[in-house]
């Protein structure tokens, strides 16, 4: 928003210093000038629309409902198919892993090298599972999606703009 402003401020500075001195007050007020600068505060708003990205958000709040529900059963659809590398992508490195041997993992090369076996444990795949991803608040943490007790759990949140996985938690 702020750089629509900014790109449309710039373009109007541009097209009054570029009339300055080309013509009587009567002559710059033609419907072709008009509508040449209409077009052109047109093509600059465009311009700066195409710029932002589609999915951008500031915190975990601002993600609506079906957002936070749509990414939860893609997660829940990768731990029920134990598609590690499908979990990876939905990841944010580093990203905590609430294992013995893993703790705070770096890198996507580093979360792939522990394993499927290890990650998915019995009692992740079946509380996640059974999480309810239709109704997940937002917290400052994200949103989690766990079983009947709460953990193991999943919590994803925004990063960088957009949903990821922080974090993975094992009892």
């Given at each position: 928003?702020?750089?629509?402003?900014?790109?449309?401020?710039?373009?109007?500075?541009?097209?009054?210093?570029?009339?300055?001195?080309?013509?009587?007050?009567?002559?710059?007020?033609?419907?072709?000038?008009?509508?040449?600068?209409?077009?052109?505060?047109?093509?600059?708003?465009?311009?700066?629309?195409?710029?932002?990205?589609?999915?951008?958000?500031?915190?975990?709040?601002?993600?609506?409902?079906?957002?936070?529900?749509?990414?939860?059963?893609?997660?829940?659809?990768?731990?029920?198919?134990?598609?590690?590398?499908?979990?990876?992508?939905?990841?944010?490195?580093?990203?905590?892993?609430?294992?013995?041997?893993?703790?705070?993992?770096?890198?996507q090369e580093d979360f792939l090298a522990l394993g499927a076996d290890a990650i998915?444990?019995?009692?992740?795949?079946?509380?996640?599972?059974?999480?309810?991803?239709?109704?997940?608040?937002?917290?400052?943490?994200?949103?989690?999606?766990?079983?009947?007790?709460?953990?193991?759990n999943i919590i994803f949140g925004i990063r960088d703009g957009k949903l990821a996985?922080?974090?993975?938690?094992?009892?």
């Amino acid at each position: 928003m702020k750089k629509r402003t900014l790109w449309l401020a710039a373009g109007i500075l541009v097209l009054s210093i570029s009339g300055c001195g080309q013509g009587t007050a009567e002559e710059m007020k033609t419907p072709e000038t008009v509508e040449s600068r209409v077009e052109t505060e047109a093509e600059i708003e465009i311009e700066t629309e195409t710029e932002a990205p589609e999915e951008y958000y500031e915190d975990n709040f601002a993600v609506p409902q079906e957002e936070a529900a749509s990414f939860a059963r893609q997660i829940k659809e990768a731990v029920a198919e134990k598609d590690l590398e499908g979990l990876a992508a939905l990841t944010a490195f580093p990203v905590y892993v609430g294992l013995p041997e893993a703790g705070a993992v770096e890198t996507q090369e580093d979360f792939l090298a522990l394993g499927a076996d290890a990650i998915f444990t019995d009692d992740l795949v079946e509380g996640i599972a059974q999480a309810e991803e239709t109704d997940l608040p937002p917290s400052m943490a994200g949103f989690t999606l766990s079983g009947e007790f709460g953990s193991p759990n999943i919590i994803f949140g925004i990063r960088d703009g957009k949903l990821a996985i922080s974090g993975i938690n094992y009892p």
